[in-house]
C-alpha cells in the first residue's frame, strides 16, 4: 500500500521558516522524480518544487530562492526547506511523483500570519 506522510507545517510569522518532511512507503522511491505541491484555498493544486531521481531540482518562479527541496533515497524521504515565507505561501503542503500518481497523502498545512 503507497503511503505519502507530509509533516513538519505550522504557523509561522512573515518572514520564517519551516522544514518540511516526507516519508514515502509502499512503493519504489529513487528511481522516481518526485515534487512538492501545495494547494491553497480556493485554488487549484500546483507544483512548487520538483527534483528528479538524479538530484537535479527545479522551482516554481514565486517560491526560487527562498524554497530548497532535497531528497535522502535510502530513507525514502524528501524535504522541503522553506524560508523567508509569505502569506501567500499559506496552502496545505502535499509531496508526490513528478507527474504525480493518484496517491495523495493528507498533506501538511502551512499558515504565515502575523
Known amino acids: 500500500q503507497v503511503q505519502l506522510v507530509e509533516s513538519g507545517g505550522g504557523l509561522v510569522q512573515p518572514g520564517g521558516s519551516l522544514s518540511l518532511s516526507c516519508q514515502v512507503s509502499?512503493?519504489?522511491?529513487?528511481?522516481?522524480?518526485m515534487a512538492w505541491y501545495r494547494q491553497a484555498p480556493g485554488k487549484e493544486r500546483e507544483l512548487v518544487a520538483g527534483?528528479?531521481?538524479?538530484?537535479?531540482?527545479n522551482y516554481a518562479d514565486s517560491v526560487k530562492g527562498r524554497f530548497t527541496i532535497s531528497r535522502d533515497n535510502a530513507k525514502k524521504a524528501m524535504y522541503l526547506q522553506i524560508t523567508s515565507l509569505k502569506p501567500e505561501d499559506t496552502a496545505v503542503y502535499y509531496c508526490n511523483r513528478s507527474p504525480p500518481s493518484n496517491y495523495w497523502g493528507q498533506g501538511t498545512q502551512v499558515t504565515v500570519s502575523s
Open positions: 509502499g512503493t519504489f522511491f529513487s528511481i522516481y522524480a
Open positions: 527534483i528528479t531521481s538524479g538530484g537535479y531540482t
